[in-house]
């Protein structure tokens, strides 16, 4: 039984991983985009980036290649954690038989209670790497440098200086807004996921095992994943990336609420989905690729090792 507990943890981390690698770039503009004008009322702001593919030229040309790239490898260790054990908790907890009623139904409010533990639970884990990950992909060269700068060289050189600054509970800085965030973002994603999934292998479009029920099903969850998720993806980038003082405090934000109060106060209602537009392009390959990746590893393995 531990056994396949560690596998289905290894194989949602790999999916997560595989997807990373195609949307991380899509991640760094979408960093770059919700920090602009940060607290600027609209129109008073400079708009360094002016949508994902403007950002991702902006960056390319003032960064090179490697620009477009920043944060992969506290992003890939991200994935592996947060999505290892996010999916793979989800995944125990539905062969456990806690998802379904206990006549063998389909249970939305179980799925979501399941996908939401599921979700905080790694995020919480995986967030010193977000944190990391975060400071390296909005760090620019100065003519395109938006939010606060922090001077990390790299994925270990960033830790150990949170830690000598900040503590062992520096890591987890902006955590309670992530935590937030996945926990929507997964109840959403995961919801809609295996109740899209379910609907069209009833429906016999396709073989049960067919690859195309997955895919239909993933393109499904990143449309209402982007729409549930953007707002708290904001607040969570603001409190992840602010500069902190001498004693480890925020120095724009106190706290998840104050920050909502202050970008509604500030930038207005809009303010909650700047970098939508990334953010979709991101979270849909992403939910696409983990998800099918997910799905078909876990087919294949069970081919494998019936």
Avoid at 102 to 112: A, D, K, L, V
Avoid at 149 to 165: F, K, N, V
Wanted: with cysteine; proline share 3%; net charge positive.
């Amino acid at each position: 039984m531990t056994s396949s507990y560690c596998v289905e943890f290894f194989l949602a981390g790999l999916a997560g991983c595989g997807a990373c690698l195609f949307t991380n770039p899509l991640e760094v503009v979408k960093i770059r985009m919700q920090l602009q004008g940060e607290l600027k009322a609209r129109g008073q702001a400079t708009i360094v980036y002016r949508n994902a593919l403007h950002g991702l030229y902006t960056i390319a040309k003032s960064e090179g290649l490697t620009g477009i790239q920043k944060g992969l490898v506290p992003g890939l260790w991200y994935q592996m954690t947060m999505n290892g054990l996010r999916l793979g908790t989800f995944q125990i907890l539905t062969n456990l038989g806690y998802t379904t009623t206990p006549t063998g139904e389909y249970s939305i409010p179980r799925n979501i209670a399941a996908s939401a533990v599921a979700g905080g639970l790694a995020t919480w884990v995986g967030s010193p790497f977000y944190l990391v990950k975060t400071h390296l992909q909005s760090k620019a060269v100065q003519d395109i440098a938006v939010g606060y700068q922090h001077a990390h060289e790299s994925m270990s050189h960033g830790l150990l200086s949170i830690y000598r600054t900040s503590g062992i509970t520096g890591m987890w800085r902006g955590a309670h807004a992530s935590v937030i965030k996945v926990m929507i973002g997964s109840a959403v994603q995961l919801t809609t996921f295996s109740f899209t999934r379910q609907y069209i292998i009833g429906k016999k479009y396709f073989d049960p095992d067919d690859g195309r029920n997955a895919l239909l099903a993933t393109l499904a969850s990143a449309i209402t994943n982007t729409l549930f998720m953007t707002p708290f993806d904001v607040v969570a980038t603001r409190m992840y990336n602010q500069g902190v003082c001498s004693k480890g405090k925020g120095l724009t934000y106190t706290g998840v609420s104050n920050c909502f109060v202050q970008i509604f106060q500030t930038e207005g209602l809009w303010g909650f989905y700047k970098g939508w537009g990334p953010q979709f392009l991101r979270l849909g390959p992403q939910t696409v690729l983990s998800l099918f990746f997910w799905d078909r590893l876990r087919y294949l393995y069970k081919r494998s090792f019936p």
